[in-house]
């Protein structure tokens, strides 16, 4: 069994309700829970991760992810290969997916890859307004006062103004943290890497206030390749 067969038949627009997209959360992490090494996940991916990561994308209506994980990255085009944009379209989505942003202090990385791919749409939920005028992508900036700017008056946003039906986020920590005390997560895909970190600065995939109560998962499924776990968990029984 491989990651892309687990993925094959995912179908999670069936599962959205009419108040807020269905939200899925995807994580890799070090065997001793760090959610990266030297500033950058990248060290602790692998292929079937990479495929997890990839398939997760081409099969949700939106990404959404923190500013300092689009800084970090380095994000551009969120699907890249012809085929899997082919099977986008095929089952009714657009080419790629909306790119969802929220920025509490209103700076927002424009000199990412991602604002300069005119087929992208981006939709920013900020305090203010942008300027997208030297921007090639598609910017729609939703400007909200700063105590509407919450991530349940964002998902609901994301629900009537652009049908958005399922939403993937991809951190960091602190945006993963913020959905949980929200409680707006559905799904976590984690990867657990045979790595080690040694501690340092790095976060674990969660960051902030704690929760007021434990969350409880239920495992969807697991599967073991070449020493490292790649696992589904449902936020609800």
């Not at 990412?112 to 005119?118: E, H, Q, R, S, V």
């Not at 509407?148 to 920590?173: A, I, K, Q, Y």
Request: proline content about 5%.
């Amino acid at each position: 069994m491989q990651v892309g067969e687990l993925l094959a038949g995912l179908d999670l627009a069936t599962r959205a309700s009419a108040e807020r997209p269905y939200t899925i959360v995807n994580f890799v992490a070090s065997a001793d829970g760090h959610a990266a090494f030297q500033g950058r996940s990248r060290w602790l991916s692998d292929d079937a991760d990479r495929e997890l990561f990839h398939g997760l994308r081409e099969h949700v209506d939106a990404v959404m992810a923190g500013t300092g994980t689009l800084r970090t990255e380095r994000y551009g085009r969120l699907v890249r290969d012809p085929e899997r944009r082919r099977r986008r379209a095929e089952s009714g989505l657009s080419p790629d997916p909306v790119a969802c942003i929220i920025s509490r202090s209103g700076v927002v990385p424009t000199d990412i890859p991602l604002f300069a791919d005119p087929d992208s749409l981006v939709v920013v939920f900020a305090p203010g307004e942008l300027d997208t005028s030297n921007l090639a992508a598609q910017v729609e900036v939703v400007r909200l006062d700063p105590g509407e700017l919450t991530l349940t008056t964002m998902m609901r946003r994301l629900r009537s103004d652009f049908g958005v039906r399922t939403l993937l986020c991809e951190g960091g920590p602190i945006l993963f943290g913020a959905l949980l005390r929200e409680d707006l997560v559905d799904e976590l895909f984690l990867s657990i890497a045979p790595k080690l970190t040694g501690g340092g600065s790095a976060p674990a995939i969660t960051a902030g206030a704690e929760l007021s109560e434990l969350r409880v998962l239920s495992l969807v499924w697991a599967l073991e390749l070449h020493g490292a776990l790649y696992l589904r968990y449902s936020t609800t029984s």
